[in-house]
Every structure is written in structure tokens, then in C-alpha cells.
């Protein structure tokens, strides 16, 4: 089946679809990051030239663990490494949007890392004053769930079943991505679903891209979960102590902040957790194989290849009838 579906753990996060969270054979063991934030990260761009002075005086390790040093990547291709509470200065030659990735080694020899962005400008160069304006509310519940795919969905309406108040945000404008836009809309042969959404989904296999659709609105609805669609993630929302306070989402009507205690990433690229500095292995290099569905034509041939023609019909009825 091409769906996950049950328990709100499935899709606390979705990275393996782009990048694989955790270290690789031989990497250090990662741990928690520390909370708190960069002390002298700059809030606003910083001009060419201009010394920018860091420290991780202001972190907080977890519980049982101390921060013995620290290394710092600039994004330009410098380095350096420090004490926890020392600082360390760097200054950007060129403008740019730089990624800054701090590197916490704990005492046990465990790692942290996480990434920042700073922007460099040419303080010469003509530059536009944005003018600083409040975002509007637009929920505030305990878990916003952001991503629009059928594990999402089965995230959001098991945390509403748990007794929480929740939020979906979908950044394509329909629900069900991961079956609908590939057309992943059958089951392979011996394969029963599991779950009631799954059943209900794949009543009839081959499915109808809107009839999944409309299935998997109606559970959001059924059980009382608000939604959007066509809303991506543009930047977290963070508490006065650096922890995560929900999402801002931006849209046809601007841009809205989601007030959320726990967010849950359902997105096919894990893109809210790489927002927040989760740490990711590089994907591994060589050849990869990837699948697509074609609708009609012959099948192509050739090396590394391979085609499975599928013989069935879609029926097509009205999706919402009178």
C-alpha cells in the first residue's frame, strides 16, 4: 500500500524520503540539541566586512549531559571551534545568504547540529526598508500537523482522537499527495489495508485521484480537524526560551501564524524539521531508482529499465453526487 496510516508516532517525521536523519556508519551518535539560542546571532543582515561575534554561552545542554566544545561552520567555507562560552568571530567577504551550522560535542562524546542563516549585504548597494508589521493570528491549537499526504491526515485525526485540538496545513491545494500526484492509487497484488482510512481509500482499487481526495477531507471533517491546503511553511515560531511556539504559513491571503505546543512534520522532505536544525546524513551517493506511472503509450525500453504494464480501468462517476 502507498500510504501510511495509525499512530501519530508514523509521522512526527517523514525524512527518509529526502535525507536520512541520524549519522552513517562511523558518524558520531547524535543527541539531543541543546535548548536555548546562539548568543550574537544577528537578528537582522550584517554588511560586508562587519565582524560578527558568536558564543554558546546562552545554551543549554540536556539534562545529564555538558557541552565541551563547539564548532562552527560559516557557510563560506570557514570554520572554527570554541568553548562553550567562548566566543568566536567571523566576517563575510562577499553578500549572501550563508549557512551557518553550529556543531556541539557533549561530554560523552555525542554530538548536536543544527544550521542558521545569516545574510550579508553590500552596504553600498541601494537597499529597501521593509516595514515591520504583526502577522495575523490564525489558530491556536495543541498539535498543528504540516503536510498534506495520507499519513498526515492519519496524524492529525489520531492526535484530534487522543483528546488534543489540532491543526492541518497542506502545502499543495488537495489532500493526499503521496497517492494522488505519483497515481499510486491501487493495491499490489495479495496487499490489504490495515486501517479504516485505508480501507475506506482503497474500497475500489484502482482508486480515482478525487475520490481519495474526497475521502481523506471527509476524515479531517468527521473528526473535527480544521484544515488548509495551499499553505507552505515559511519559518517557526519560537517561545521566549528558543523552544518551538508553531508555524507561519503563507498563502493567496498573506501570511498567518499557527500557535501550536507540538509540531508534527508530515511534509515528503522532512522541510519543517531542516527549518529547526535536525540533523541529517547525506544521501548516499550512486545510482538510485526511482518509479513513475505513465498513462499511455508504450512502454520504454532499455538499460536499467524495467516497465510493468497494469491492465484495468478507472471507473468515473461524479465525485460529489446530488
Wanted: proline share 7%.
Amino acid at each position: 500500500m502507498k500510504m501510511l496510516a495509525g499512530a501519530l508516532a508514523l509521522v512526527v517525521l517523514l525524512a527518509a524520503a529526502c535525507g536520512k536523519s541520524g549519522g552513517g556508519d562511523g558518524a558520531a551518535a547524535v543527541a539531543p540539541r541543546p535548548g536555548g539560542t546562539v548568543a550574537g546571532l544577528p537578528s537582522e543582515p550584517v554588511a560586508v566586512a562587519q565582524t560578527v561575534t558568536l558564543s554558546g554561552s546562552t545554551l543549554t545542554p540536556p539534562p545529564g549531559l555538558v557541552i565541551s566544545q563547539i564548532t562552527w561552520g560559516w557557510g563560506d567555507g570557514a570554520t572554527g571551534s570554541s568553548l562553550p562560552a567562548g566566543p568566536v568571530s567571523h566576517s563575510y567577504a562577499t553578500p549572501g545568504r550563508y549557512t551557518l551550522t553550529v556543531t556541539v560535542q557533549y561530554g560523552d562524546g555525542r554530538t548536536a547540529a543544527w544550521t542558521e542563516e545569516i545574510v550579508a549585504y553590500d552596504a553600498a548597494a541601494p537597499m529597501v526598508e521593509e516595514t515591520a508589521r504583526a502577522i495575523p493570528l490564525g489558530q491556536t491549537v495543541d498539535v498543528v500537523v504540516v503536510g498534506g499526504s495520507t499519513g498526515a491526515v492519519a496524524a492529525a485525526v489520531a492526535a484530534k482522537n487522543a483528546g488534543a485540538s489540532v491543526f492541518l496545513a497542506a502545502p499543495r491545494p488537495y489532500l493526499g499527495e503521496d497517492l494522488c500526484g505519483p497515481l499510486l492509487t491501487w493495491l499490489e497484488a495479495g496487499e490489504t489495508p490495515v486501517s479504516a482510512l485505508a480501507t475506506q481509500l482503497f474500497s475500489t482499487s484502482p482508486a480515482r485521484p478525487m475520490y481519495l481526495k474526497r475521502v481523506l477531507d471527509t476524515a479531517l471533517e468527521n473528526a473535527g480537524v480544521p484544515f488548509i491546503t495551499g499553505s507552505a511553511v515559511t519559518e517557526v515560531l519560537r517561545d521566549s526560551g528558543g523552544g518551538l511556539a508553531g508555524v507561519v504559513l503563507a498563502n493567496r491571503s498573506g501570511r498567518q501564524a499557527i500557535q501550536a505546543k507540538v509540531i508534527v512534520d508530515a511534509t515528503d522532505c522532512a522541510w519543517v524539521a531542516r527549518m529547526v536544525g535536525a540533523s541529517f546524513a547525506a544521501w548516499p551517493a550512486g545510482s538510485q531508482e526511482f518509479t513513475r506511472v505513465v498513462i499511455g503509450g508504450a512502454a520504454r525500453s532499455g538499460p536499467g529499465i524495467a516497465s510493468e504494464t497494469m491492465s484495468f480501468q478507472i471507473e468515473t462517476r461524479p465525485v460529489y453526487p446530488q
